[in-house]
């Protein structure tokens, strides 16, 4: 049984970082594709950030590009998401996710971790 486990949200001021941790199980986790969504209050989930298995390819958003970082510890089966200079419009719940890299669709999620940032 996969399972995703996301932990590191909390309340931060703007400007202020949280690391995003999501502990992965179930699968082998070099094997996949990693990224971080997140789904503001009323708003459709968007794409944050993914690296890929081997870590040598990564995406972002362009609203977090410069201040947000994906990385993952394969030998942990973790992967991260660093954010820094937080803004109120990041606030949302962050899910983690997971695609084998053959494959179009994150077929894995995590149950989410609430990130919110105060003006």
């Known amino acids: 049984q996969v399972q995703l486990v996301e932990s590191g949200g909390g309340l931060v001021q703007a400007g202020g970082s949280l690391r995003l941790s999501c502990a992965a199980s179930?699968?082998?986790?070099?094997?996949?594709?990693m990224a971080w969504f997140r789904q503001a209050p009323g708003k459709d989930r968007e794409f944050v950030a993914a690296m890929s298995w081997s870590g040598g390819n990564t995406a972002y958003a362009d609203s977090v590009k410069g201040r947000f970082t994906i990385f993952r510890d394969n030998a942990k089966n973790t992967v991260y998401l660093q954010m820094h200079s937080l803004k109120p419009e990041d606030t949302a719940v962050y899910y983690c996710?997971?695609?084998?890299?053959?494959?179009?669709?994150?077929?894995?999620w995590g149950q989410g971790t609430q990130v919110t940032v105060s003006s």
């Open positions: 996710a997971a695609c084998q890299e053959s494959k179009a669709t994150y077929e894995y």
């Open positions: 179930g699968l082998t986790f070099s094997s996949y594709r």
